[in-house]
C-alpha cells in the first residue's frame, strides 16, 4: 500500500520559512519523480515544484521560484520543500505526490499516480 505522509506544516507571518517533508512507502521511491501542489480555498489545486527521481532536475512554479527549493533524500524516502520569503498568497493545503514516469518532469495533476493527504500552511501579514 503506497502512502506519502506530509508534514511540518504551520502557521507563519509574511516573511517567514516552513520546512514541508514528504515520507514515502509501499513504493520503489528511487524511481519516481516527486511534486508538490498546492491547494487554496476556492482554488484548483496547482503546481508548485518538482524533482526528478534522480534528484538532477528541478521545477518550479514562476510564483515560487527563488523562494522554494525542493529536494530529496533516497534514503529517507523522503522529499523535502523549503519555502522562505512566505507570502499570504502562499497560504494553502500543500500536498505530495508520485510521478511513475521518469520520462516526464509533470506540472499536472493528472500527471501524478499517488498523493499524500495534505499539510496547512497558512501565512499571515
Known amino acids: 500500500q503506497v502512502q506519502l505522509v506530509e508534514s511540518g506544516g504551520g502557521s507563519v507571518q509574511a516573511g517567514g520559512s516552513l520546512r514541508l517533508s514528504c515520507a514515502a512507502s509501499?513504493?520503489?521511491?528511487?524511481?519516481?519523480?516527486m511534486g508538490w501542489f498546492r491547494q487554496a480555498p476556492g482554488k484548483e489545486r496547482a503546481f508548485v515544484a518538482a524533482?526528478?527521481?534522480?534528484?538532477?532536475?528541478?521545477y518550479y512554479a514562476d510564483s515560487v521560484k527563488g523562494r522554494f527549493t525542493i529536494s530529496r533524500d533516497s534514503a529517507k524516502k523522503t522529499v523535502y520543500q523549503q519555502m522562505n520569503s512566505l507570502k499570504p498568497e502562499d497560504t494553502a493545503v500543500y500536498y505530495c505526490?508520485?510521478?511513475?514516469?521518469?520520462?516526464?518532469?509533470?506540472?499536472?495533476?493528472?500527471?501524478?499516480?499517488?498523493w499524500g493527504q495534505g499539510t496547512q500552511v497558512t501565512v499571515s501579514s
Open positions: 509501499g513504493l520503489p521511491f528511487s524511481s519516481y519523480n
Open positions: 505526490a508520485a510521478d511513475r514516469t521518469q520520462s516526464r518532469l509533470g506540472y499536472q495533476v493528472g500527471e501524478y499516480d499517488y
Open positions: 524533482i526528478r527521481w534522480n534528484g538532477y532536475t528541478t
